[in-house]
């Protein structure tokens, strides 16, 4: 899933939440049947956001598990490269720790 996918989603959940919210406070104000049709519609927002979460969600775990075995595929291929990236990281991250 692309960066601006990820984006739209959790733009349009932001924008579900509002909605939601806004019907909540509404039918809290309003009585009766209307008060009913609020809420029932409030709710199936609220089943869109979390659907919508679930989305985004299942999006970042596989990214996550494709940056993790890109990087596993490369340290079994070039692992003299891994141990002199990691040794400087160490080095430059101990030169700050020392700093402070």
């Known amino acids: 899933m692309h960066e601006s996918h990820i984006e739209t989603v959790r733009n349009d959940l932001k ?9 909540f406070e509404e039918a809290a ?23 919508h979460a679930q989305t985004l969600q299942t999006a970042a775990l596989a990214k996550g598990r494709k940056i993790a075995n890109d990087t596993d595929a490369y340290v079994h291929e070039h692992p003299w490269r891994a141990i002199g990236a990691a040794g400087v990281l ?4 101990g030169m700050l720790i020392a700093r402070r």
Not at 15 to 23: G, I, S
Not at 90 to 93: M, P, T
């Open 90 to 93: 160490g080095v430059l991250i």
């Open 29 to 51: 104000t309003t009585g009766g049947a209307k008060a009913e049709e609020l809420r029932a519609q409030g709710m199936r927002l609220l089943d869109t956001a979390l659907e």
């Open 15 to 23: 924008t579900l939440m509002r909605d939601a919210q806004v019907l």
